[in-house]
């Protein structure tokens, strides 16, 4: 079959403005958990784009680690691409495509880096190994074999073998606060239910928007 004959109609369910909750970080609460008990793989995935000095683009998948009123958080090496752009654009944007319920989240905002109080008490939390892995790491430079990269690994748990492994000083949270959030819902014959929320003074404004 020819790519262009792929397609399938979105039938699961619709979105109303009543159901929006005003405030969209409780919206998004709402849909993670319920991304969350539908099983999806990795629901907490989302993909962050960032932009370099020429503005090109570039995208991964991160992991969302918090969400509140100050912003969506993830975590990651300072000194990475990602990290690296961010240093000098913070405007991103965060995207959750949840296929399976044909719903989208995407976020745009500016990414700052937290403090090393809050970066230490999530990194206290990884499991060890995750923990050597971002001292054995150095994100996004080359390395010609992955058997570098693993004998890196067995030099960073040989040096930390006995007791509690310190907080690289290449390492930080970064906390993504929105200027804008969208929901989306798939909807029949691609009339999908898009709702946006932008800040407003008195709290936040909500449109529909065209699909």
Known sequence: MAIDDLRR??????????DLADNPIEQFKL????????????????????VDQSNCPSQRIVLLKDASDKGFVFYT???????QQIAQNPMVSLHFPWHKMERQVAIKGVA??????ETLAYFAKR?????IAAWASQQSRPVKTRELLV???????????????PLPDFWSGY???????EFWQGGAHRLH???????????????????
Not at 199 to 211: H, K, Q, V
């Open 193 to 211: 239910d898009r709702f946006v929320y932008t800040p407003s003074e008195n709290g936040w404004n909500i449109e529909r928007l065209m699909p």
């Open 127 to 131: 499991p060890r190994e995750s923990q």
């Open 77 to 83: 090496n300072s000194q990475s691409q990602k990290a």
């Open 112 to 117: 700052e880096k937290m403090g090393i109080k």
């Open 31 to 50: 849909w993670l958990q319920q991304a969350i008990d539908c099983e999806l793989n990795d629901p907490t995935a989302m993909v962050l784009s960032t």
């Open 9 to 18: 109609e979105y039938l699961l369910a619709k979105l109303q403005r009543s």
């Open 151 to 165: 004998q890196q690994f067995e030099k960073m748990k040989a040096r930390f073998a006995e007791g509690e492994i």
């Open 175 to 181: 906390r993504v606060k929105p200027q804008s959030i």
